[in-house]
Structures are given as structure tokens and as C-alpha cells.
T-cell receptor, first 116, second 112 residues
């Protein structure tokens, strides 16, 4: 089945530094990928929609200059948390759709970000 | 705006019990509904996907039903096992936003 690989699975960084998270579709091409964030004991919330070859679409309240998304190829989207602060500590997860599979959205394994 | 709720928020049962998790959504104009399992600190595992035209889906000990008109779905787990302990998320993919809206999840503990 469709597989989405996400790296790293966890990262600890110092406040003020930037962190890049990668999301790859391993056996299918994804023109669109989705980035979600989950704070403790809360639901997954969509942050942005990543579109191959064009600008990402951000949800209301998500700072596009802070959460940089690049979707340079049909199999790779990256999320860079710039100038990270402790309040950015969260669980980030990406998703992509394999259009050959009916309704087939596949999620990455997630990245636990801790900013100290 | 689509909103998804799940009841109960947490559930603890002895091994072997059958149980039902509930999901409600406010806008019945959905494309599909999906149940996921999330283990602590890990990603999502898709359990069952129900298209808007379907009433239920079954996989092993799991059965999910969908009543689109009333905005409800249930996940039935038969003969629960300690390995079923996880958070179960319900998500609807709506026709408008082209993305999933997740419920807050039900945290299940199955005691040996």
C-alpha cells in the first residue's frame, strides 16, 4: 500500500533555531500534501496544504513566514519551523493522497518537536 | 464549518469486552469518514474508511458504521485486547475544504 515516510521522528532544538521536517511519498506521486499539528490532548489540526510547484495554502492563524513549506518534487514536501520557540513544541504529521487508491490518504509517522 | 466530536473522551475496559466508540459531525456533506488509531507519540494508522455512500465497513474485530443523515459514526471493537489500547480518532473528509477534520479522539485502555 501507499507509504508516507516522515523524518525525523523526534527532534529537540534550542529556542531561536530552525528545524526542517521531511515528508516523502515512497511509492506514489503526491501533488498535494497536508501538514497537521497536534498539541497534547488536542485534536490534529490542519496547518497548511502543500502544492507541488506552487505556494502552500495556510490555514487561518498559521504564520506562513514561520512555517515554511516547500514542495519541490512530486514525492517530497518539507516543513521548516523557523526561529522555533517553546510554544512551537508539538507533534507534526504529514499526509498525502495516492489517487490510485480510492479515498486513500496516508499519514506519516509524525515528528515530535521539543524546543528548549 | 465542520466540527467533529467524539464520545467518550476516555474509556477503560477489561479485556474481552465489546465496546463502542462514537463520532458525531455537524455537516452531513462529507466525502468519506475514516477511523484511525494513534499510539502515544506516534503517527496514525488507518483502520477503516467509509465512503459517503456506504453504511458500514468491517475489518477483523472492527466494524464501523456511518449514518450520514444524522451525522454519526460508530466504531465497534469486539473482544477487546490489551493491544487495542490507543487513541482512536475519527476524521471526516468534507466536500468543501478538501481536507480532513479530526475529532479529539477517544483514549482507550484495555486492562489485562
Amino acid at each position: 500500500g501507499a507509504v508516507v515516510s516522515q523524518h525525523p521522528s523526534w527532534v529537540i532544538c534550542k529556542s531561536g533555531t530552525s528545524v526542517k521536517i521531511e515528508c516523502r511519498s515512497l511509492d506514489f506521486q503526491a501533488t498535494t500534501m497536508f501538514w497537521y499539528r497536534q498539541f497534547p490532548k488536542q485534536s490534529l489540526m490542519l496547518m497548511a496544504t502543500s502544492n507541488e510547484g506552487s505556494k502552500a495554502t495556510y490555514e487561518q492563524g498559521v504564520e506562513k513566514d514561520k512555517f515554511l513549506i516547500n514542495h519541490a518534487s512530486l514525492t517530497l514536501s518539507t516543513l521548516t519551523v523557523t526561529s522555533a520557540h517553546p510554544e512551537d513544541s508539538s507533534f507534526y504529521i504529514c499526509s498525502a493522497r495516492d489517487w490510485d487508491r480510492e479515498g486513500g490518504y496516508t499519514f506519516g509517522s509524525g515528528t515530535r518537536l521539543t524546543v528548549v | 464549518k465542520q466540527e467533529v466530536t467524539q464520545i467518550p473522551a476516555a474509556l477503560s475496559v477489561p479485556e474481552g469486552e465489546n465496546l463502542v466508540l462514537n463520532c458525531s459531525f455537524t455537516d452531513s456533506a462529507i466525502y468519506n469518514l475514516q477511523w484511525f488509531r494513534q499510539d502515544p507519540g506516534k503517527g496514525l494508522t488507518s483502520l477503516l474508511l467509509i465512503q459517503s455512500s456506504q453504511r458500514e465497513q468491517t475489518s477483523g474485530r472492527l466494524n464501523a458504521s456511518l449514518d450520514k443523515s444524522s451525522g454519526r459514526s460508530t466504531l465497534y471493537i469486539a473482544a477487546s485486547q490489551p493491544g487495542d489500547s490507543a487513541t482512536y480518532l475519527c476524521a471526516v473528509f468534507d466536500n468543501y475544504g478538501q481536507n480532513f477534520v479530526f475529532g479529539p479522539g477517544t483514549r482507550l485502555s484495555v486492562l489485562p
